[in-house]
């Protein structure tokens, strides 16, 4: 159902990924959502009251800057945290209930009566710093195929030790794509060591960690956090990727080194290798890769049918008309490839389909209503250090030469063609790409992919050149 705000908003969001990079913004923009367009007030909504407050602090200007840019009229920008309604419904429509949120209270050890703890485990874990849990991402709820075996028992076993025993794999490394379960299974070992109130698990986001430092710096309370994070037997971190700053790094880095030597258990999801953290320190990459590092695969076809169907079973307890033609589900594990938050999306949308109708939910249905969610297949993944490589040999450059602070034409098309891959190709913010190229600044990165941008648009043999680099890359 597009809307003129709608796409708006769509434009919006593409000039903020090339501002900000890509790294940036699906950290902080990606759940963003339009609520509603009032005058000169535009009303955006993410879906946690952290995200809110950061986004407010760092990027409320560029988020102004660039929706004035495609609507000069707009004054103001409104930012509220959603409750947790369905998350894939265009603005407008007014919201129907929520998938099943599971009672947190459920005896996780899988005895008894249900127990009622005294303080629910999400506050005591919010009481501590912990980032917001998720109630649905638990192990039960988790299903294990193929590609996450290894790191779902590694995640299991993790979160059934007792304080005291001896640590099997310290840290704990979990890497993989976006999508693909790192936090459902974090979040399972937050949920579950919790329950047991034997061992304190605080799961954090690295941007969470940063920002709590930072602010304990501000406050002069740093040695408090430092106390506070080094009485934890489960230090659990998501998306280490984004732990940016020298200062931080450092107080990581004393972080995980206090914590591994005292015997208590450290947990990391990242999306890419130890190895491929740039950012970080050598030190710390070479502690981290001294535990256990799993990659967690693509979700299989059949893994993919398997999700979508504990999902729908999970939905029927609150909507209990929910049925789904296994046709439709096969259908949709098929077409709808990698992304678990894309398989949410899916089916998000059936729900909310067929509440607002009341029609029953048909092939017919289904193909219109994915139809977006469908998604080429991923690039395989390139390092910057591969394009450099071939675009030199293209163009009959050195390497040395597009690192270097030549401005000669012969140099300087060829640099601007390799950053311009680097932006497209891979996940790098441009910074990070500027870094790469020389310790360029960002801008210049930038500068070099608009410019790119522009002449594939009019010179025919440019942009065959381009597709003919990026086929080699990706073969
Ligand atoms: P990541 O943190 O790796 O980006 P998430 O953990 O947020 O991915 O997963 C994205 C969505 O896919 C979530 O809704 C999650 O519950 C679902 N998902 C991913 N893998 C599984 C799985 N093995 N079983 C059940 N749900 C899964
Ligand atoms: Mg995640």
């Known amino acids: 159902m597009p809307n003129p705000d709608q796409e708006r908003w769509s434009r919006v969001k593409e000039r903020l990924r090339t501002v900000v990079g890509e790294n940036v913004f699906s950290s902080w923009f990606a759940r963003m959502e339009l609520e509603s367009s009032e005058g000169d007030t535009i009303k955006l909504s993410v879906p946690t009251r952290f995200l809110k407050s950061w986004v407010q602090s760092h990027y409320a200007e560029k988020l102004l800057e660039c929706w004035q840019s495609e609507q000069s009229t707009v004054g103001r920008i409104e930012l509220t945290v959603r409750s947790a309604v369905i998350r894939t419904l265009p603005p407008k429509v007014k919201p129907v209930e929520t998938l099943p949120v599971r009672s947190e209270f459920r005896d996780t050890r899988g005895f008894g009566e249900p127990r009622m703890p005294s303080t629910p485990i999400s506050a005591v874990h919010e009481a501590l710093g912990g980032s917001p849990l998720d109630p649905r991402l638990t192990f039960d709820s988790f299903v294990v195929g193929r590609s996450n075996t290894l790191a779902h028992a590694a995640a299991k076993q993790v979160s059934q030790a007792h304080a005291g025993d001896a640590v099997m794999f310290n840290p704990l490394y979990i890497h993989a794509g976006v999508g693909l379960g790192k936090t459902h299974l974090l979040q399972s070992i937050a949920w579950a060591g919790n329950a047991g109130a034997e061992r304190k698990v605080l799961y954090l986001t690295a941007e969470r960690f940063m920002y709590s430092f930072v602010s304990a710096l501000r406050t002069q309370n740093a040695l408090v956090f430092k106390d506070t994070l080094r009485t934890i037997d489960v230090l659990v971190i998501d998306d280490l990727q984004f732990l940016q700053g020298k200062s931080t790094q450092q107080e990581f880095c004393h972080t995980l080194n206090a914590l591994i030597d005292a015997g208590r258990q450290v947990v990391i999801a990242a999306d890419r290798p130890p190895s491929d953290l740039e950012t970080l320190d050598e030190r710390v990459r070479s502690r981290l890769a001294g535990g256990l590092v799993v990659e967690m695969g693509v979700l299989g076809e059949e893994l993919r049918l398997e999700i979508l169907k504990a999902r729908v079973a999970a939905a029927k307890h609150h909507h209990p008309g929910f049925d789904v033609p296994l046709q439709v589900l096969g259908f949709i594990a098929k077409i ?43 690039p395989r993944r390139v390092k910057i250090e591969e394009i450099q490589r071939i675009v030199a040999r293209q163009y009959n450059v050195s390497r040395a030469d597009l690192l270097s602070s030549r401005r000669t034409a012969n140099v300087v ?55 003919t680099l990026k086929r080699q890359l990706q073969e």
């Not at 998000?348 to 209503?369: C, H, V």
């Open 336 to 378: 709808v490839t990698h992304n678990g938050r894309d398989l949410e999306g899916a089916l998000n949308r059936l729900l909310a389909n067929s509440k607002l109708n009341g029609q029953p939910i048909t092939l017919e249905m289904a193909e219109r209503e994915v139809r977006d969610l469908i998604r080429p297949q991923e």
């Open 413 to 467: 098309r060829p640099r601007q063609v390799a950053m311009y891959l680097a932006k497209t190709l891979t996940l790098r913010s441009l910074p990070e790409i500027g870094r790469r190229f020389g310790g360029r600044d960002h801008t210049t990165v930038l500068h070099a992919v608009r410019k790119i941008e522009h002449l594939v648009g009019n010179d025919n043999a440019l942009a065959e050149e381009i597709e």
